[in-house]
């Protein structure tokens, strides 16, 4: 990706607080809003429970897909709203490690309302590392990248 094109993204992640996160199941894929956060590579944090349809559809099948957008600060009736589509591969973040310590960290410096979740054992953290990204701005500046 060039680098107005990582500017674009990154502004994007930073003022989002929930994406889609679509998992594809045995017969249906499943879509979750959730919140998340992103590292300085662009990595996509996710927590859940390791009950979940979506956690156990991504330790099956890990390739997923990523929705977010800013429509609350654009332009509905003239969709003049910046949004990303990114896919990627998800993997579990072990749990107690150095790397959840980490992101730990990153997630709840972003999203601070979600801190009570961590006291559950059955808590999980997934790492969705991005391979191509559609982004399309408000401004229509748009670009298809991979990573």
């Known amino acids: 990706?060039?680098?107005?094109?990582?500017?674009?993204?990154a502004a994007l992640?930073?003022?989002?607080?929930?994406?889609?996160?679509?998992?594809?199941?045995?017969?249906?894929?499943t879509a979750t809003m959730q919140a998340?956060?992103?590292?300085?590579d662009f990595d996509l944090l996710f927590i859940m429970n390791d009950a979940t349809?979506?956690?156990q559809n991504?330790?099956?099948?890990?390739?997923?897909?990523?929705?977010?957008?800013?429509?609350?600060?654009?332009?509905?009736?003239?969709?003049?709203i910046?949004?990303?589509?990114?896919?990627?591969v998800a993997s579990e973040v072990e749990r107690d490690s150095a790397a959840w310590q980490a992101a730990k960290e990153i997630f709840l410096k972003k999203?601070?309302?979600e801190a009570p979740f961590f006291k559950y054992p059955t808590l999980r953290m997934m790492r969705v590392k991005p391979s191509r990204v559609s982004y399309a701005g408000a401004d229509r500046f748009t670009f298809k990248a991979e990573f």
């Open 58 to 80: 991504l330790l099956k099948h890990p390739y997923v897909t990523v929705f977010l957008d800013a429509r609350e600060k654009g332009k509905v009736e003239t969709f003049e």
């Open 36 to 40: 998340f956060a992103e590292t300085p």
């Open 13 to 29: 992640l930073a003022e989002v607080q929930v994406a889609i996160l679509v998992t594809q199941g045995e017969q249906w894929p």
């Open 1 to 9: 990706m060039e680098a107005a094109q990582k500017e674009r993204l």
């Open 111 to 113: 999203s601070p309302f």
């Open 53 to 55: 349809e979506k956690f």
């Open 82 to 88: 910046s949004r990303a589509l990114i896919q990627g």
